[in-house]
C-alpha cells in the first residue's frame, strides 16, 4: 500500500521560496499522476499542480508562475517550489497520489504539513 | 470563489439520510468525471468516490454518487456520528486545464 509523507519548514518568511518534498513508498512512481493540494486555515481545498511519472508537469493556472514541480530521478520522491510567497500561502500542504495509473484526481494523499508563511 | 457550489452545511439526525449537491458547468462536472471526499477533523482527505459513482472498495455502501448533467451529488445513508466531516467535491476543468474543487460542505448529525 502507498504511503506519503510531505516534509520541509514550517515557516517561511514572505517574498522566499517554500520548498517541499514528498517521500513515497510502498509502490512504484511509474505510470501515476503526483499532485499537491493546499488548505488554507478554515478554507476548502485548491489544487496546485500535479506532475506525471515521465516528468510533464501541469499546474493551477493562479500559481502557475510561481510554481515548480519535479520528480527525483530515484522515483522516490517528488518537489514543489512555491516562490514569492506571501500569507496568502500560509495552508497545509498535501500530496497525493493519483487514483488510478490513468486518473489525475487524487487517491492517497500524505497527512499533510502545515507551512506558515510570517516574518 | 470556487468554480464548483457546494452548501456550506447540512445536518440530519444518526440513522437518516443526507445528500450534497455539487454545481459546476459544462467546462467540468457536465464533461468530466466528478470525486467526493471527506476529510475528518485533523486528518487528510479521503476518496469516497471516484468517476461519479464508483465506490473504493474499503468505502461503506453507504456513501453513493451521481451525476446529472452538470450537477452531481453525495448521499450518505444510514448516517453516524462518526461521519461528521467537511465534504467536497472535485472536477478536471478542461477550460481551465485544472482540477478544480467546491467550497466543502461541513455535515452535522445532530
Known amino acids: 500500500q502507498v504511503q506519503l509523507q510531505e516534509s520541509g519548514p514550517g515557516l517561511v518568511k514572505p517574498s522566499e521560496t517554500l520548498s517541499l518534498t514528498c517521500s513515497v513508498s510502498g509502490a512504484s512512481m511509474r505510470s501515476y499522476y503526483w499532485s499537491w493540494i493546499r488548505q488554507p486555515p478554515g478554507k476548502g481545498l485548491e489544487w496546485i499542480g500535479y506532475?506525471?511519472?515521465?516528468?510533464?508537469?501541469s499546474y493551477n493556472p493562479s500559481l502557475k508562475s510561481r510554481v515548480t514541480m519535479s520528480l527525483d530521478t530515484s522515483m522516490t520522491q517528488f518537489s514543489l517550489r512555491l516562490s514569492s510567497v506571501t500569507a496568502a500561502d500560509t495552508a497545509v500542504y498535501y500530496c497525493?497520489?493519483?487514483?488510478?495509473?490513468?486518473?489525475?484526481?487524487?487517491?492517497?494523499w500524505g497527512q499533510g504539513t502545515l507551512v506558515t508563511v510570517s516574518s | 470563489q470556487f468554480v464548483l457550489t457546494q452548501p456550506p452545511s447540512v445536518s440530519a439526525a444518526p440513522g437518516q439520510k443526507v445528500t450534497i449537491s455539487c454545481s459546476g458547468s459544462?467546462?467540468?462536472?457536465?464533461?468530466?468525471?466528478v470525486s467526493w471526499y471527506q476529510r475528518l477533523p485533523g486528518t487528510a482527505p479521503k476518496l469516497l468516490i471516484s468517476d461519479n459513482n464508483k465506490r473504493p472498495s474499503v468505502i461503506p455502501d453507504r456513501f453513493s454518487g451521481s451525476k446529472s448533467g452538470t450537477s452531481a451529488t453525495l448521499a450518505i445513508t444510514g448516517l453516524q456520528t462518526g461521519d461528521e466531516a467537511d465534504y467536497y467535491c472535485?472536477?478536471?476543468?478542461?477550460?481551465?486545464?485544472?482540477?478544480?474543487f467546491g467550497g466543502g460542505t461541513k455535515l452535522t448529525v445532530l
Open positions: 506532475i506525471y511519472y515521465s516528468g510533464s508537469p
Open positions: 497525493a497520489r493519483g487514483r488510478s495509473s490513468s486518473s489525475r484526481h487524487p487517491g492517497d
Open positions: 472535485g472536477a478536471w476543468d478542461s477550460s481551465l486545464s485544472a482540477l478544480v
Open positions: 459544462s467546462s467540468n462536472i457536465g464533461n468530466n468525471y
